[in-house]
């Protein structure tokens, strides 16, 4: 129910200020008083009133007559833009502004109220829907207005008839339509659901698409049957990146539809790793110097891809202003609202939008549609104003009574026939907003014949409430004749489904608008985009898809780095670091390799870094080897010689079991240097250290016992001396063992405390890992170097002192010489041990032990061998005992 203003009409007998709330401007001109009389007015006292008239319910300003209607027991109302602007004027608000003078006249509203009429015609004469009601119409033409638009919409809502009631009724009355068809445009359904939504009248848009609209608090009673742009923006960003198009520019019509639009696209592109280089809005009554702005910013922009978020009015005129500039080579994307208008197609004769690409609603086909649309007959009646502007503009003639005839076109007569005219009123390419038109009237007609229970008959008793017609409405889920669902969602949008047109030129000169793919957002995310395996049509004619990036792909093995004041899609490309990988395109970070792994040289893989360990097949590892060998075969010939010349003096001079026992340890010193070749393990970790120092400390006792045995056998020759019975062969036996247990009990402490363990190094060299043995605890390690060399300072210093007794083959020289270098060697084994990388400090350690086990081997073997083999006249013991002058050295 609506109230309308009441007002009373009052005679005033005395001159008064009138009471607040009285409307001069609808009293009689008699009773207005002039601005000089108020004074006087002021000091009158006494006042009489007498009322006039009866109260009158009126609405304020002109009557407004629908252009096309028609009665019926319901009626639904229709808004629609018949012309798309008006003459410009300017009022001086001094008199009262006369009606908007509409120009433009646009076909496609033509073509939406055709398709109401259609569907209202369908009912009526159906029997099983709303049998035995009629429903009425209708409808306003807005101009594209919106003030207009807010204007028929409260027309439609309250009437154009002054009615009289007694002073006791109320000043209300029903509302005069049901449920309002239109607008075609966002902004203006956003004026009227905000005006109309508080008393809850329906109002169904079929090509309403802002985001904006589906937000229940703000327009409640405001439904569509075309998809809410919140899908088709994000719909447009998917396609935009799954072609690669990270640089685009964008453009977007200056109102709800495109402001909205555009930010929703925005937004979503960014997520995604779109940029935009620009984004301008246009509107089509922009001045030319802005429109030029616009041109000049396309032509400087470096992106191939621009985005078209407009309605069709808005591309109609856009379209004509790149063909004045001839802008060709851009990729387009557009929106539903210009993709598929044949049309703007028509008009593209630079060929400017030809391969463009972009979303439309699926296409669509009712049964007799077509032929309703076409028999424009039924629009020539007394009510409808427009129909000889529309049949002039329809056919390019004028009636006689038209007051501006130009003198070469021919006289309509209103019979002309339509068959073989070709012009936007015959396209039927917008046949899916036609059939949005369709379902939303069908949405009404179907929430009516619930509420009047229809079934037969209905119930025509039932009081009619525009509340009760929203929430049966926002319910229902019929099935067209076509075989469509047809139902809103919460928010009073349908299913979001489109189809993805290419633009593809064809022998005519006009594009084909193909379907290449279709979008369902009721789908997975990743399935809502579904492209069909057909060849697409780029700009230019183009087979090839379009590049159209700041910067190009950073490859595997590069990192993105951001350019300095510039959007996150223009960077420059830089090489991973050693050790640091990125196996995908335009990544942003190199990620480290595992310890054990290294990048390869393109920087796209980790690939096992080379174990490094001294082996056998390598060069050093083999000489080694050979050496060590060696070492072992000459000790063994020595001990055969020995073997073989064991009851000759010399052999038998100096405890010739020592001499055996030092071979021994000698063939044992130079096989564990065998140990410290090969990958290390856990076994042979633990051996290699313990083998060398028990093995050289059992070799240095013997030394060391021989050492004895000579300053004992010299004192001895003293008169009175009893040295030797208290270092015979068993005491020198139980020396050796005694010196090589201390090593025995250090190294079983080392191995159950902390022993050495195989250890993987990384930090010696960036791609190679080293195999090594480690110390486990440094302090055994070094325990067992420094026993070894306080046997070795030990026995050098006896040797030394024995250097000079008389002899001829006095053996303590020889000792002194082999503990020489064996401590040389050692002591320069400590800094070269230390420094050396990797498997270089296991090659130090086995030439140390491989350099000293020679040394002993030569210095106190050979010189026997030497005169056991070639001078065996000097092996008696007469020579060996005799006197000679001992060589200082």
Same mark, same amino acid.
């Given at each position: 129910?609506?109230?309308?203003?009441?007002?009373?009409?009052?005679?005033?007998?005395?001159?008064?200020?009138?009471?607040?709330?009285?409307?001069?401007?609808?009293?009689?001109?008699?009773?207005?008083?002039?601005?000089?009389?108020?004074?006087?007015?002021?000091?009158?006292?006494?006042?009489?009133?007498?009322?006039?008239?009866?109260?009158?319910?009126?609405?304020?300003?002109?009557?407004?007559?629908?252009?096309?209607?028609?009665?019926?027991?319901?009626?639904?109302?229709?808004?629609?833009?018949?012309?798309?602007?008006?003459?410009?004027?300017?009022?001086?608000?001094?008199?009262?502004?006369?009606?908007?003078?509409?120009?433009?006249?646009?076909?496609?509203?033509?073509?939406?109220?055709?398709?109401?009429?259609?569907?209202?015609?369908?009912?009526?004469?159906?029997?099983?829907?709303?049998?035995?009601?009629?429903?009425?119409?209708?409808?306003?033409?807005?101009?594209?207005?919106?003030?207009?638009?807010?204007?028929?919409?409260?027309?439609?809502?309250?009437?154009?008839?002054?009615?009289?009631?007694?002073?006791?009724?109320?000043?209300?009355?029903?509302?005069?339509?049901?449920?309002?068809?239109?607008?075609?445009?966002?902004?203006?359904?956003?004026?009227?659901?905000?005006?109309?939504?508080?008393?809850?009248?329906?109002?169904?848009?079929?090509?309403?698409?802002?985001?904006?609209?589906?937000?229940?608090?703000?327009?409640?009673?405001?439904?569509?049957?075309?998809?809410?742009?919140?899908?088709?923006?994000?719909?447009?960003?998917?396609?935009?990146?799954?072609?690669?198009?990270?640089?685009?520019?964008?453009?977007?019509?200056?109102?709800?539809?495109?402001?909205?639009?555009?930010?929703?696209?925005?937004?979503?592109?960014?997520?995604?790793?779109?940029?935009?280089?620009?984004?301008?809005?246009?509107?089509?009554?922009?001045?030319?110097?802005?429109?030029?702005?616009?041109?000049?910013?396309?032509?400087?922009?470096?992106?191939?891809?621009?985005?078209?978020?407009?309605?069709?009015?808005?591309?109609?005129?856009?379209?004509?202003?790149?063909?004045?500039?001839?802008?060709?080579?851009?990729?387009?994307?557009?929106? !539903?609202?210009?993709?598929?208008?044949?049309?703007?197609?028509?008009?593209?004769?630079?060929?400017?939008?030809?391969?463009?690409?972009?979303?439309?609603?699926?296409?669509?086909?009712?049964?007799?549609?077509?032929?309703?649309?076409?028999?424009?007959?039924?629009?020539?009646?007394?009510?409808?104003?427009?129909?000889?502007?529309?049949?002039?503009?329809?056919?390019?003639?004028?009636?006689?009574?038209?007051?501006?005839?130009?003198?070469?076109?021919?006289?309509?007569?209103?019979? !002309?026939?339509?068959?073989?005219?070709?012009?936007?009123?015959?396209?039927?390419?917008?046949?899916?907003?036609?059939?949005?038109?369709?379902?939303?009237?069908?949405?009404?007609?179907?929430?009516?014949?619930?509420?009047?229970?229809?079934?037969?008959?209905?119930?025509?008793?039932?009081?009619?409430?525009?509340?009760?017609?929203?929430?049966?409405?926002?319910?229902?889920?019929?099935?067209?004749?076509?075989?469509? !669902?047809?139902?809103?969602?919460?928010?009073?949008?349908?299913?979001?489904?489109?189809?993805?047109?290419?633009?593809?030129?064809?022998?005519?000169?006009?594009?084909?608008?193909?379907?290449?793919?279709?979008?369902?957002?009721?789908?997975?995310?990743?399935?809502?985009?579904?492209?069909?395996?057909?060849?697409?049509?780029?700009?230019?004619?183009?087979?090839?898809?379009?590049?159209?990036?700041?910067?190009?792909?950073?490859?595997?093995?590069?990192?993105?780095?951001?350019?300095?004041?510039?959007?996150?899609?223009?960077?420059?490309?830089?090489?991973?670091?050693?050790?640091?990988?990125?196996?995908?395109?335009?990544?942003?970070?190199?990620?480290?390799?595992?310890?054990?792994?290294?990048?390869?040289?393109?920087?796209?893989?980790?690939?096992?870094?080379?174990?490094?360990?001294?082996?056998?097949?390598?060069?050093?590892?083999?000489?080694?080897?050979?050496?060590?060998?060696?070492?072992?075969?000459?000790?063994?010939?020595?001990?055969?010689?020995?073997?073989?010349?064991?009851?000759?003096?010399?052999?038998?001079?100096?405890?010739?079991?020592?001499?055996?026992?030092?071979?021994?340890?000698?063939?044992?010193?130079?096989?564990?240097?065998?140990?410290?070749?090969?990958?290390?393990?856990?076994?042979?970790?633990?051996?290699?250290?313990?083998?060398?120092?028990?093995?050289?400390?059992?070799?240095?006792?013997?030394?060391?016992?021989?050492?004895?045995?000579?300053?004992?056998?010299?004192?001895?020759?003293?008169?009175?001396?009893?040295?030797?019975?208290?270092?015979?062969?068993?005491?020198?036996?139980?020396?050796?063992?005694?010196?090589?247990?201390?090593?025995?009990?250090?190294?079983?402490?080392?191995?159950?405390?902390?022993?050495?363990?195989?250890?993987?190094?990384?930090?010696?060299?960036?791609?190679?890992?080293?195999? #090594?043995?480690?110390?486990?605890?440094?302090?055994?390690?070094?325990?067992?170097?420094?026993?070894?060399?306080?046997?070795?300072?030990?026995?050098?210093?006896?040797?030394?002192?024995?250097?000079?007794?008389?002899?001829?083959?006095?053996?303590?020289?020889?000792?002194?010489?082999?503990?020489?270098?064996?401590?040389?060697?050692?002591?320069?084994?400590?800094?070269?041990?230390?420094?050396?990388?990797?498997?270089?400090?296991?090659?130090?350690?086995?030439?140390?032990?491989?350099?000293?086990?020679?040394?002993?081997?030569?210095?106190?073997?050979?010189?026997?061998?030497?005169?056991?083999?070639?001078?065996? #006249?000097?092996?008696?013991?007469?020579?060996?005992?005799?006197?000679?002058?001992?060589?200082?050295?």
């Amino acid at each position: 129910m609506y109230k309308y203003q009441c007002k009373f009409w009052i005679y005033i007998t005395v001159h008064v200020m009138p009471p607040s709330g009285l409307a001069l401007d609808s009293m009689p001109s008699t009773q207005r008083w002039p601005e000089q009389g108020w004074a006087l007015l002021q000091l009158l006292l006494v006042a009489s009133f007498s009322q006039a008239e009866e109260p009158v319910c009126r609405q304020r300003g002109d009557p407004e007559n629908p252009q096309l209607s028609k009665n019926g027991d319901i009626m639904l109302g229709g808004i629609f833009s018949f012309h798309t602007s008006w003459k410009a004027r300017h009022d001086t608000y001094r008199q009262k502004p006369l009606p908007l003078e509409c120009t433009s006249l646009n076909f496609r509203d033509f073509q939406f109220a055709q398709a109401m009429l259609f569907a209202i015609e369908e009912i009526n004469n159906s029997t099983e829907l709303l049998p035995g009601i009629s429903l009425g119409y209708k409808i306003y033409d807005v101009c594209g207005s919106i003030a207009r638009s807010v204007r028929y919409a409260l027309a439609l809502t309250n009437g154009n008839e002054v009615l009289s009631a007694l002073s006791e009724a109320p000043c209300t009355r029903p509302a005069q339509v049901q449920a309002i068809m239109g607008d075609t445009s966002s902004s203006p359904c956003m004026a009227i659901a905000t005006v109309i939504g508080p008393f809850h009248i329906p109002m169904i848009s079929h090509f309403a698409t802002c985001a904006c609209l589906s937000d229940k608090t703000k327009y409640p009673s405001f439904l569509r049957t075309i998809p809410s742009d919140y899908y088709q923006s994000r719909a447009l960003a998917q396609l935009v990146w799954h072609f690669g198009w990270t640089w685009v520019g964008a453009i977007r019509t200056n109102d709800d539809y495109g402001n909205n639009g555009m930010a929703t696209f925005t937004e979503t592109a960014q997520h995604l790793g779109i940029c935009l280089e620009y984004s301008v809005s246009f509107f089509r009554t922009d001045p030319p110097d802005k429109i030029q702005k616009i041109i000049d910013i396309f032509k400087a922009s470096t992106s191939k891809v621009i985005v078209a978020f407009l309605s069709h009015m808005d591309m109609d005129v856009l379209i004509q202003e790149l063909s004045n500039h001839n802008l060709t080579g851009y990729q387009w994307v557009g929106s !539903e609202g210009w993709i598929s208008d044949s049309q703007i197609a028509a008009m593209d004769r630079h060929h400017i939008l030809d391969g463009a690409v972009g979303l439309s609603i699926p296409k669509a086909h009712v049964s007799g549609m077509r032929e309703f649309i076409l028999d424009v007959k039924p629009l020539n009646s007394s009510s409808n104003e427009m129909f000889p502007e529309f049949w002039e503009t329809l056919f390019s003639c004028k009636f006689k009574q038209s007051k501006s005839s130009p003198g070469n076109q021919r006289e309509c007569t209103g019979h !002309e026939d339509l068959t073989g005219l070709q012009n936007s009123f015959t396209d039927m390419s917008l046949m899916p907003i036609f059939y949005n038109v369709y379902k939303g009237v069908y949405a009404v007609a179907h929430a009516l014949h619930n509420i009047l229970s229809c079934n037969k008959t209905c119930n025509n008793k039932v009081q009619l409430d525009p509340f009760t017609i929203l929430q049966h409405i926002t319910k229902i889920k019929f099935i067209t004749k076509e075989g469509d !669902e047809v139902y809103f969602n919460e928010n009073g949008d349908p299913a979001a489904k489109y189809e993805i047109i290419n633009w593809q030129p064809t022998e005519h000169g006009i594009a084909d608008f193909v379907t290449v793919g279709l979008y369902d957002a009721s789908l997975p995310a990743d399935k809502q985009l579904h492209l069909q395996n057909r060849s697409l049509i780029w700009a230019q004619n183009s087979q090839q898809v379009p590049l159209s990036v700041c910067s190009e792909k950073c490859l595997p093995g590069t990192r993105k780095v951001l350019q300095k004041g510039k959007p996150v899609c223009c960077y420059d490309c830089l090489r991973c670091a050693e050790g640091e990988i990125s196996n995908i395109t335009d990544s942003i970070t190199c990620v480290r390799c595992h310890p054990e792994f290294w990048s390869n040289e393109r920087r796209d893989a980790c690939v096992k870094k080379e174990a490094v360990f001294l082996s056998y097949e390598e060069i050093m590892g083999a000489l080694l080897t050979a050496a060590s060998l060696f070492g072992t075969c000459i000790t063994a010939i020595v001990a055969f010689i020995f073997f073989r010349y064991r009851k000759t003096p010399i052999v038998r001079a100096n405890n010739s079991e020592l001499s055996f026992l030092l071979l021994f340890s000698l063939t044992l010193c130079f096989l564990c240097s065998l140990t410290f070749i090969g990958r290390p393990s856990e076994w042979s970790c633990m051996l290699r250290h313990t083998a060398f120092g028990i093995t050289f400390v059992l070799c240095i006792s013997c030394v060391l016992g021989k050492t004895i045995v000579v300053l004992m056998a010299f004192k001895a020759t003293l008169p009175g001396s009893n040295v030797m019975k208290w270092f015979g062969p068993t005491q020198q036996k139980l020396s050796v063992l005694a010196f090589t247990l201390i090593q025995v009990i250090i190294c079983i402490l080392w191995l159950t405390i902390s022993p050495p363990f195989p250890f993987k190094n990384f930090k010696e060299f960036k791609d190679k890992i080293i195999l #090594e043995c480690a110390l486990g605890s440094a302090v055994g390690f070094w325990a067992v170097l420094g026993y070894i060399g306080l046997l070795a300072m030990l026995c050098f210093i006896l040797a030394f002192l024995a250097r000079k007794l008389p002899d001829n083959f006095n053996e303590a020289k020889f000792i002194t010489f082999s503990m020489l270098i064996f401590c040389a060697v050692w002591i320069t084994f400590i800094p070269a041990y230390v420094s050396s990388p990797g498997k270089f400090s296991v090659a130090v350690e086995i030439f140390a032990i491989l350099a000293s086990s020679f040394g002993l081997l030569f210095c106190i073997f050979i010189p026997k061998c030497y005169i056991i083999l070639l001078k065996p #006249e000097k092996n008696t013991k007469n020579n060996i005992m005799g006197k000679a002058a001992p060589k200082s050295f």
